[in-house]
Each structure stands twice: as C-alpha cells, then as structure tokens.
C-alpha cells in the first residue's frame, strides 16, 4: 500500500468531457438565449462557465479532503437529505415536479446532493457489516431502508428517473458489497414491480411508455421529442453536419441544451463524436472500478465504485432515451447537459474518487467478501 499522486486517467476524460459540454452548450443554447428577454446568445454559455468553475473548485476540495474523514458526515448527510427532500415541497412547481429549492433567483437540485449522500451512507454501512451483507436480515435490511426512504421522497416529487438511478446505484453497490444472489434477484423482482405501479399510477408516465413504444402515432404530439431527435442523430451521418450548424437545435427538439443535448452532438459532430463521447465516459467508468478495486478499504472501494456507477447509468439513460432506447427519464448528460447543482455535485463525486486514488493497495482484491 502507498500514497501517490492522483489518477490522472480518471481526470482527462471527465476534463475532455467538460470542455465538449461547455462548446455544445454554447452550440445547442444559442437559439433559446436568443429569445429570452435580453437576447444574449452566450446566456447559458456563460453561467454553465460559472458552474464549470465551481465544480472544479469542489472537486479541488474533495480531491484534497480525505475521503475516510467523510464517515464522520454520513448522520448529517442523512438529515440533511431527507430535511432536504422534504423542504422542495414547499416550492414552487418546475416542470410539473417539486425538484428545486429557489432561493433569491437561485435555484438548487436537493436530489443531486442526495445522490452522493446515499452513496456515503450505503458505502459507511456495508463496509461496516462486511460480511454480514450475505445475511438479509443483518446485513440488508439496514441499506435497503436508507434506498426506500431516499427513494419514497424522490418519486413524490415526482422525479421517477432520479429515484431509478439511485435504485440502479445502489443494486450495483449491494451487489459488490456482498449480498447472495438470491436476495438480489429478489430485490430486482421488487424494484421493477414498485417501478410498473409508480408508472400505471400516473398518466404522464403512461403517455411516456406509449411514446417510447410508438412515437409515429402522435408525431406532433408525446412522439414529436423522440422523433426530432432521431432525426437529428440521423442527419449528423458519419462526420457530422459541423459545429454550430444543427438544425433541429432551433425549437424542433425541446430541452436541447439540457437532456437531448447528446441529440445535437450526433447532428454536428456525427457518430464518430458521439462515438467519441461514448468511449470517454467508457474510459472513465474503467479507471473508477480500477480506482474502486485498488483502494486500501471495503468504505473506499464503495465509495468509488457508487460514485463511478452513478456516472455510468445516467450517461447510460440519457443516451437510451435521445436515441428512442428507453422512455424519456429527465436524466442529463453528465458533465456535457447545461445545469448547476447537477454538474457542481458530480465534479465534487470526481474529485472523492481522485482523492480514493491517491492511496492504492495493488495486492488487494476488489471487496473480498465478493468471492467468498
């Protein structure tokens, strides 16, 4: 076991990802800074510059903070999450769902705090029961009520794609921290049932589902987003129709500077950018797990293996749904999608896992009750 410098491997993909979001955001915003009340086409260029610059600050603390010292705030992280959770119903709706706190113009995500703080509490709790996690009772019942409670607010909201990446984050923690597989396909039968009736519960979802499954019944209607973003991805071609020069960008595909942001990079830059973009995240997700698999403790091998798994799935999700994989969630790109408390709480996760990196035990295999 040593100390040593940070994973520089695990930093230049999340880098290189951070400067073709800021570029795209500048590309893919363009025509709805236009339209608002001062017309300044660099609107949302330069406040993603301002998150971009704070969440490299975060990531510079936590880079530098040791990460064991972060068990120590897995109690006020629990109250601070569910105080969190709670407090958004007291705001004002934003698109339908009670997601943000606002706060003199200033608007705040609680969820994508809560992510990171599930993943603390969960990596603190297993790595504590160690091998007990092979016993339901013992082991799982104590994570699996910090995921209902977590999830129960976050559906209220309702923010169902949120609550379905903190579902997936933490089946994919419980499956390397230990737990049988008999207790997981059990937990997965569950999940997707509660998932089904969280769906048939409300219209909206409904409307969603029929979309995904037949988006060319309702072309003008719930199909219109998933149509004009396939056609986007399709007219980009191989190299793409160029920088700045998206059609689809003007109006045709809604939140594109937000969710369907990878729509507008496969116009302009084509497959291979978006080939490109895919294998960063790739790359990156393949020195998280190394990170996870040579830390110098099961708290530290969780902790950057649910950092680097929730990373993975909403890139994964996002990009299902621009190209008509998967029903649309309202999950972003990460680092490339515009947006503040998303983007400032994922380069804070980054730099917990740089710092993890920093100590290394090559001989120790990757949470031994695993394989045993």
Not at 78 to 90: D, Q
Not at 107 to 114: G, H, K
Not at 188 to 214: N, Q, T, W
Not at 298 to 312: E, Q
Request: aromatic share 12%; proline share 3%.
């Amino acid at each position: 076991m040593r100390k040593r410098t940070i994973d520089w491997y695990a930093l230049i993909p999340v880098l290189l990802l951070l400067c073709i979001g800021i570029i795209m955001v500048l590309s893919a915003s363009s025509p709805v800074s236009v339209s608002g009340e001062n017309r300044d086409i660099y609107r949302y260029f330069k406040k993603q510059l301002v998150w971009v610059a704070l969440g490299l600050g975060a990531m510079y603390l936590t880079s530098h903070y040791n990460y064991r010292k972060f068990r120590k705030l897995v109690i006020p992280t629990a109250v601070a999450s569910v105080v969190l959770l709670l407090a958004v119903f007291g705001f004002k709706e934003i698109n339908g769902a009670h997601s943000w706190i606002i706060i003199g113009g200033y608007q705040f995500q609680p969820s994508e705090f809560v992510k990171l703080g599930v993943i603390l509490i969960l990596s603190h709790i297993m790595s504590t029961k160690g091998t007990k996690m092979h016993s339901f009772q013992e082991g799982l019942i104590p994570p699996l009520l910090v995921i209902a409670v977590v999830c129960v607010l976050v559906v209220l909201e309702p923010d169902l794609g949120t609550a379905m990446v903190i579902a997936i984050t933490s089946f994919i923690m419980l499956f390397v921290g230990g737990a049988r597989y008999r207790h997981l396909a059990a937990l997965a039968v569950a999940g997707i049932s509660l998932a089904v009736v969280a769906i048939l519960a409300a219209d909206y979802r409904l409307d969603r589902i029929f979309a995904f499954l037949h988006p060319e019944k309702a072309p003008r209607g719930i199909g219109w987003q998933i149509i004009q973003s396939l056609y986007a991805i399709g007219s980009g071609g191989l190299m793409g129709v160029g920088l700045g020069r998206s059609m689809q960008k003007f109006k045709w595909i809604p939140e594109q500077h937000t969710d369907f942001i990878f729509s507008i990079v496969s116009e302009e830059l084509g497959f291979i950018g978006a080939v490109f973009i895919i294998f960063l995240f790739i790359f990156f997700g393949a020195r998280g797990y190394l990170i996870a698999r040579n830390s110098r403790d099961d708290f530290g091998s969780l902790f950057a293996c649910g950092i680097t798994t929730m990373i993975l799935v909403e890139a994964i999700i996002n990009i299902a749904v621009v190209t008509g994989s998967m029903p649309v969630t309202g999950i972003t790109l990460p680092f490339i999608s515009y947006g503040g408390s998303s983007l400032v709480f994922k380069l804070a996760g980054v730099g917990i896992l740089l710092n993890i990196s920093r100590y290394v035990n090559t001989d120790r295999q990757f949470l031994r009750q695993v394989n045993e």
